[in-house]
């Protein structure tokens, strides 16, 4: 049988143990509510994206109003905040600072690494929204009452933008729209995932416009230092990957259609491999010998003219020949006036003068051939 003191000691190791891995699963559980976002479930439907009657103010890119349908997903209450970016990248590239803040100064391929290592975390597939999820969330879903903004048609009311504000404001202070769903309209633009394109005219299903990793990208929503007409639901903007500023942020998805891989840009293709000598000087007689041809030609095209007018003044010089003695009697054209008879002449010699010409240019140019 072990002393008393050796059973004590096993006894308070035991209990050590056991609450150090209390103190690590509620560790764990803090860090997992801190870095993952609130979600709101969003029922799929059928709506119309794009600028509508219930919209004013439009530009031709948010044109035409095409009906969408999409699968249900979950999107998050609020945009990426501050604390959560910190728990997932250990940095902070926001110039407005505070935990509660959405991020900003992120750029779209930022989000993406952001993504990639909170999946790893969570072993959940976040991603961006589409800019159809996106529209239709800001929308209302399938609670929609039509607003011109996420929630209401007093911009006041549910966004932060150029009237009432001069820089980010904390998630969540404003109303909500019919979902539940904070800060669509203001605060930080919004990347999605899709790349930039006009509306299509048909009728879309789960539509996502994937392209090149390099490709211009959409954001929605407007922001803090935007005006009212910015910060509709329908409203569109786009910049680089690489482009960041203290204006954009974003929010998660989870679910919905599945987005297929970004495809990457095809590979530049090596140079093509110099000509040898040989070639160079094969190629250079080839050029020379149909540039020849080429100027052969127009030298015959020239001829032709040239000889096409000689025949037009041949043709006017007898005619002028065979009527001379009417327009002098005044019998030309039924007048007798000297002012008409010298008006005829001067034409007739208008015209041989013009016909020269031409046959001078034509000279000059087959000289220079």
Same mark, same amino acid.
């Given at each position: ?28 559980? =803090? ?84 993504? =990639? ?38 911009? %006041? ?40 394109? %006009?509306?299509? %005219? ?92 080429? =100027? ?74």
């Amino acid at each position: 049988m072990r002393p008393a003191r050796i059973r004590d000691f096993t006894m308070k190791k035991i209990i050590f143990f056991i609450a150090l891995g209390i103190i690590s699963v509620n560790i764990h559980a =803090q860090n997992s509510q801190t870095v993952e976002p609130e979600m709101v479930f969003v029922q799929g439907g059928t709506f119309q994206m794009g600028c509508g009657n219930e919209q004013r103010g439009c530009y031709y890119y948010e044109k035409p109003s095409h009906s969408v349908t999409v699968s249900d997903f979950s999107i998050g209450k609020y945009e990426v905040t501050q604390a959560q970016w910190q728990a997932v990248m250990d940095t902070n590239p926001s110039r407005f600072k505070g935990d509660n803040l959405p991020v900003d100064n992120v750029n779209w391929n930022d989000t993406q690494e952001f993504i =990639q290592k909170l999946n790893a975390m969570t072993g959940k597939n976040y991603r961006l929204p589409t800019e159809a999820e996106w529209e239709y969330a800001a929308r209302g879903g399938n609670k929609s009452k039509g607003y011109i903004y996420s929630g209401s048609n007093n911009v %006041d009311d549910v966004a932060w933008y150029r009237d009432n504000s001069d820089s980010t404001h904390a998630t969540g202070t404003k109303l909500s729209n019919e979902l539940g769903i904070y800060d669509l309209t203001g605060n930080v633009w919004e990347w999605c995932f899709d790349a930039h394109t %006009d509306y299509p %005219d048909s009728a879309q299903i789960n539509p996502v416009v994937v392209a090149y990793s390099n490709s211009l990208r959409m954001l929605r929503g407007g922001d803090w230092n935007g005006d009212a007409k910015y910060v509709r639901v329908t409203y569109r903007n786009w910049a680089s990957p690489n482009y960041h500023t203290n204006e954009f942020g974003f929010r998660l998805v989870l679910g919905g259609h599945v987005i297929d891989t970004i495809p990457q840009a095809p590979p530049v293709p090596p140079p093509a491999p110099e000509p040898t000598f040989e070639e160079r000087t094969a190629n250079s007689i080839d050029y020379i010998a149909k540039r020849n041809d080429s =100027q052969e030609d127009r030298i015959k095209q020239l001829e032709k003219e040239n000889q096409e007018l000689r025949k037009e003044i041949s043709d006017l010089k007898e005619y002028v020949n065979e009527n001379i003695e009417w327009i002098s009697t005044g019998s030309y054209g039924g007048s007798s006036s000297s002012a008409s008879r010298e008006s005829s002449l001067m034409g007739l010699r208008e015209q041989i003068n013009y016909l020269q010409n031409e046959i001078n240019n034509l000279r000059y140019e087959l000289q220079r051939k």
